[in-house]
Every structure is written in C-alpha cells, then in structure tokens.
C-alpha cells in the first residue's frame, strides 16, 4: 500500500494545474499543503466510496477533488491559482471510517502519506 502524488508544476496566477495521486486500500483520500515556514493545512478530502467531498474555505470554489476506482486514482484540479496556494502538495490516506468528512481535514486523521508535489504560483 501506498500512495504516490504527481503534477505539481510552476504557474502564472490565475492558472490551472491537476495533481493526481495514485491510492487504493483507503476509504478517505485527502490533499494537504505546506508552504514553506508553515504548518500543513488540509485543503480537500474525498469519501472514494460515496464520492463525498469536503473542503478548506481558502480553496472552496476553486478546488475540486475527485477520484477514478477503476484506476485508483484521486485527483485534485486547481483553477484560478494564487501566488499563496504555492507549497508542497502532499497526498494522505485514511484507513479509519465513522466519522463525519467534515472533520477530515486534520494531519492526525491519516495514517499514510505520499511524498509532495511541489506547486509553485507566481504573480
């Protein structure tokens, strides 16, 4: 088991860009974020069961997060991108069920993560 994250990159802002994570055995997939002198912050997580969604406020409407089970695969598609969404993009699983998603946007919810993708947004 293990997870594998892909697709950061360098954009202008207002760009677009997609990371993928590669993923299976996990009921909860979520994508986590660190810019640099930062803590991690949880921006998205994905029920791969149910297809339920849920969001940090700094990305809502701008952030999708999806998942493809045939191909075990979790994506996060980034639009409308901010100089302050640059930082190292990281992929978690979460092996654990019975909570509500909402609550899933803690480090300590997931018991694996991926190595980051670095995303950098210039100005």
């Known amino acids: 088991v293990q997870l594998q994250a892909s697709g950061g990159g360098s954009v202008e802002s207002g760009g677009s860009l997609r990371l993928s994570c590669a993923a299976s055995g996990f009921p909860n997939i979520a994508w986590f974020r660190q810019a640099e002198g930062q803590e991690r912050e949880g921006v998205a997580v994905i029920n791969v069961n149910d297809g339920f969604t849920y969001y940090a406020n700094s990305v809502k409407g701008r952030f999708t997060i999806s998942r493809d089970n045939a191909k075990n695969m979790v994506y996060l598609q980034m639009n409308s991108l901010r100089p302050e969404d640059t930082a190292t993009y990281y992929c978690?699983?979460?092996?654990?069920?019975?909570?509500?998603?909402?609550?899933?946007?803690?480090?300590?919810?997931?018991?694996?993560w991926g190595q980051g993708t670095q995303v950098t947004v210039s100005s």
């Open positions: 978690a699983g979460r092996r654990r069920i019975r909570k509500p998603i909402s609550k899933l946007l803690a480090e300590s919810e997931y018991d694996l």
